[in-house]
């Protein structure tokens, strides 16, 4: 065997498991964390995987309406999370791999097959859900550019690798507006509050969840793991390019959730049609980082 | 190879010409008239297709003359041979599907219809291949003319003759604009041959004047807002075929022409020049997606679609042209480059989902989306089909539709950091934040459009009685899909011809020597998506996921979804119109929509009324400016009469005064 493939293929797919193995138990520090500053015992860490399992066992119920994009809307979501994660840098071998670009383009896939998704049940709510969801993204996609961009002009380059390499060696104003912003976007992006409340469990006022309404079962634990997943891509993406500290990649990981835990206890939800300024404001963060680089 | 190019070309010409005379066979046979046109402009295609492919293939960059009329020249370089691939290639794809498809018009003109989409195939390949002012007029002139009468061939309905005149008002003030441009340019040189025209040597005024008539005549070709009004109404008017071919290769001759001016005639560019070009084409692509997503006609949709495209097309060239006035000319490359393979990956979506398009209509009988609904179980490879269109008019990775796009973005992020100040680094955060508007907007469109065609239950009686269309027509609509996957994954030799034309077109430039923007399984390119790795690690997952997901899954039951406790009805799934309300209100302050809720009066006051709620989304570029425009136009007109009273005695008069004023003149 070449050695090529190693560094290209088997590497990046061994990190793109663990990743996988590991995004249950972020979302796990995640709630626990939210749980202990709500005065509240809370769930195990582990938690997430024995609800995995529950569902992974549970039988698939489905309505006679629905056709195969309903079927295969999970898995795309699945694949689409795996493949940005195989575009991370590597671990292993120090090669430059992923293209900032594309890693946000196949992240998009996901979305367009769950908000697809949420049309084939013929429901009320799906579509509720899938409305809001492009909706969201509309305004988090501009924003998320201007950040990348932060990036790009940081380090020369729109690889991930070389804008990991260039992050953490000088502190200036621009980086941490920069932080900012992405933290804010981490949040919007993964359906955390201020812009969605992952807990709630009201038709009316969801957003993703509203989307995954009609699932159940084994599909259903496929969306979870995928979001899972999802989750933790950014909150590795924003530890390795924007936040600006000299430490162990795991260690900023736990940093990161325990910093979206504390965003949850501390703000509320927001009304829909104020997401709009409130990612306005984020965007004009991205515009003084950049003017100030 | 180069040899054979003209004889495949003449062959190809030939093959058009013995197409456009079906018209002439008489009425009883015109099956066979439709068949054997239909036959000729697939051959012609092909043969245009072959033509073009040999010369990018040889890599040659030389003018290579491919015939002569009379004494005028006609040869084909890098640039056009491109533009000459993707009229061949939709040229083939389109035919295939007008086959089956316009024998809807049996009775209905179908010669003509069939006659003229051969002239209409060799007018936009006369235009490519013209080399001198006049036969490039001359063609760009049939060929408007022969699309007016494609797009007004349903004369009868008013909506149509309507938009066809709109269009063929349009698009004369476009060539006007055109010939103004070639006016301006020609004034300086000696002849009227392409490669006698340059104006670099021109003073600015001429330059300035020269560029502004182009992209103002070229951006209306190609729908570029404000420009645009006249497509998102020629688009339902014509037939789906029809409109394939304009949107998939007509806009496309704008693009060619466009580039033919900035490459050829108008000499080092203007900063001014890049950044109107680049504002333009972004604020297409927001317009054009945004309102995609607003609208009900399927084909309107599309329409708008287009025209958020051609603005990705026109910013990347935009990008281009403004790197090449920075210290970082090497990477204008990459903005040409992105403009080429997104006109060639469009060319193939959009023709697919016109036929998408034209199929559901056969289907349902009806363009209102609205009206459709759950096709996806009644038509499932027409829906496989709209699937693949739409992620790849989506831009997602590992479509074709994503690599423009995705070298769009890196000429934006190479202007970013061309050290040219802050004002151009703003400029490319603009150019991320409106494409990136862009690009949300049109996946949310597509969402839309699949979803509330394809899934659910269907939405109106008609639907419900759908049927797959017939094997050939499914059969052409299979061809383009495939396509988009087979250009999404091989993206890097398609890349390299394109990187190649574009530099060839630039040629006193330090280039990007050797260095290819993408390379498949090496880190030496100088972008990375390697389309071969994502393939293989997609296909291993899915094994994985097939083997472990689907395989064990038990389905207990298929039992109703939960809508409170009650039966859901048809009318509770999401519409079009609902799922793009959160959008609508929050661009309202652009959209301006117009709601009227009239409550009708029943007998009893109280109880049992009944409301009519209508929602208008109108053009707001046609609101603001081109109605005014009219009003101000009739208005002047009006005045003017006044000047013909129609009495003799007045114009002797006016005869009179004239020739004092010019004795006056005379004797100062």
Known sequence: MDISFYNYFLFPFLQMLLLAAFAPLVSGIIKKTKALLQNRRGADITQDYYDLRKWWKKKTVITPYTGFVFMLAPFMYLLSTMLAAFLLPNMMSNLTFGDIFVFVGLLAIGRFFMALSSFDAASAFGGMGGSREVYVATCVEPVMLLAVLTAILKSGSTNIYTMALNNGNQINVAVVLACIAFFILLLSENGRIPIDNPDTHLELTMIHECMLLEYSGRLLAVIHLASMIKNMLFMVLFSLIFLPIALPLAIKVIITAMGIALMESLNNKMRLFKIRAYLLATGGLLLLAIVAQ | ?668
Not at chain 2, 148 to 173: C, G, P
Not at chain 2, 315 to 327: F, K, P, Q
Not at chain 2, 386 to 415: D, K, Q, V, Y
Not at chain 2, 547 to 565: A, E, M, P, S
Request: glycine share 8%; with cysteine.
């Open chain 2, 1 to 668: 190879m180069t040899d054979y190019v003209p004889i495949f070309f003449a062959t190809a010409v030939f093959c058009y010409i013995l197409g456009c005379f079906a018209v002439l066979i008489p009425r009883k046979h015109q099956l066979f008239a439709h068949y054997f046109a239909q036959v000729m402009s697939i051959l012609g295609s092909t043969l245009i297709l072959i033509t073009a492919g040999i010369y990018l293939l040889s890599g040659e960059t030389a003018l290579l003359k491919v015939a002569f009329v009379g004494r005028y020249m006609l040869a084909i370089d890098g640039w056009s041979s491109v533009f000459l691939c993707i009229t061949g290639l939709a040229g083939i794809l389109t035919s295939i599907f007008a086959v089956d498809y316009a024998l809807a018009y049996i009775g209905k003109r179908l010669r003509e219809l069939s006659g003229l989409w051969n002239l209409f195939l060799l007018s936009m390949v006369l235009v490519l291949v013209a080399q001198s002012t006049v036969s490039f007029l001359v063609s760009w002139e049939v060929m408007a003319i022969v699309s007016f009468l494609l797009v007004n061939h349903d004369s009868e309905k008013r909506e149509t003759w309507q938009a066809a005149y709109q269009y063929l008002v349009m698009t004369h003030i476009g060539t006007a604009a055109i010939m103004i441009a070639f006016f301006v340019v020609g004034s300086g040189s000696n002849g009227l041959n392409f490669s006698e025209l340059n104006i670099s040597q021109s003073e600015t005024t001429a330059r300035n004047l020269a560029f502004t008539a182009a992209f103002l005549g070229f951006a209306l070709k190609a729908g570029l807002v404000p420009l645009h009004v006249w497509l998102p109404n020629a688009h339902p008017a014509a037939p789906s075929h029809v409109s394939a071919l304009m949107s998939g290769v007509m806009l496309k001759v704008a693009v060619y022409g466009f580039g033919r001016f900035i490459f050829d005639f108008l000499g080092p560019v203007d900063f001014w020049w890049g950044a109107l070009v680049l504002v333009v084409g972004l604020l297409s692509a927001f317009f054009g997606a945004l309102y995609a997503q607003m609208e009900k006609d399927i084909k309107r949709i599309l329409a708008y679609s287009s025209v958020e495209n051609m603005g990705i097309v026109f910013a990347a060239i935009g990008a281009g042209m403004l790197l090449l006035t920075t210290s970082h000319k090497e990477y204008a490359v990459i903005g040409f480059t992105a403009a080429i393979v997104h006109s060639f990956n469009h060319s193939i979506m959009k023709s697919l989902m016109f036929m998408v398009a034209g199929a559901v209509n056969h289907a349902v009988d009806d363009k209102n989306i609205e009206k459709m609904g759950g096709l996806a179980k009644l038509m499932p490879w027409t829906a496989g089909c709209a699937l693949t269109g739409s992620l790849a008019l989506a831009a997602l990775p590992l479509t074709n539709g994503f690599i423009g796009e995705w070298l769009m973005f890196h000429s934006f992020a190479f202007l970013a950091q061309a050290d040219a100040g802050t004002g151009v680094r703003l400029l490319a955060a603009l150019a991320f934040i409106l494409s990136g508007l862009a690009s949300a907007l049109a996946l949310g469109c597509f969402v839309r459009v699949f979803g509330v065609v394809f899934l659910g239950r269907p939405r109106a009686r008609r639907a419900e009685s759908a049927h797959e269309v017939s094997r050939f027509m499914l059969a052409a609509m299979l061809i383009p899909a495939f396509l988009i996957f087979v250009s999404g994954i091989l993206a890097s030799p398609i890349v390299t011809i394109a990187q190649h034309v574009a530099e060839a077109n630039l040629p006193d430039l330090k280039m990007l020597n050797e260095e290819h923007l993408l390379i498949w399984g090496k880190d030496s390119g100088m972008l990375n998506y390697d389309t071969f790795v994502l393939l293989i690690a997609a296909v291993v997952i899915t094994i994985f996921a097939w083997l472990i997901i689907y395989r064990g899954q038990v389905f207990v039951k298929r039992d109703v979804i939960w809508n409170c406790g009650t039966e859901p009805t048809l009318r509770q799934q999401y519409s079009g119109t609902g799922f793009s309300k959160p959008i609508r209100r929050a661009f309202d302050f652009l959209l301006k929509p117009r709601r009227e809720v009239v409550f009708l009066q029943k007998e009893n006051k109280y109880f049992g009324r009944s409301m009519a709620y209508t929602l208008t989304i109108p053009d707001r570029f046609t609101e603001k400016l081109y109605i005014p425009l009219q009003h101000h136009l009739v208005k002047t007109a009006s005045f003017l009469r006044r000047i013909q009273a129609g009495s003799v005695r007045i114009y002797i008069g006016y005869v009179m005064v004239a020739m004092v004023l010019v004795l006056i003149w005379g004797a100062m």
